[in-house]
């Protein structure tokens, strides 16, 4: 599969779904991380991620949005994201 999306990786099984949340986390606590690796080595700049969604990129950005579509956007952004083969 040519440039698979994050999604796709979770449905071959070479990246966890608990990977992805670990990632949601990251960026929503505003860590300093800004490149998140996972297991199997590839890697995904997740501002990137979130800021190529614009889904995700108004939701953040909205004063009134609650915590969990704030992390239902970002997770969807980093599934449709193609993460760096490593």
Known sequence: MADPTTGDLIKA???ASDEVN???DVFLTGGAVRLFGFGSGHTLDLAA???????ASA???EPTAKNGARRLAVRTAILL????AP
């Open 13 to 15: 099984k070479t990246i």
């Open 22 to 24: 670990a990632a949601v």
């Open 81 to 84: 994201a193609r993460p760096t």
């Open 59 to 61: 939701t953040l950005s």
């Open 49 to 55: 991620a979130v800021k190529a969604s614009r889904h």
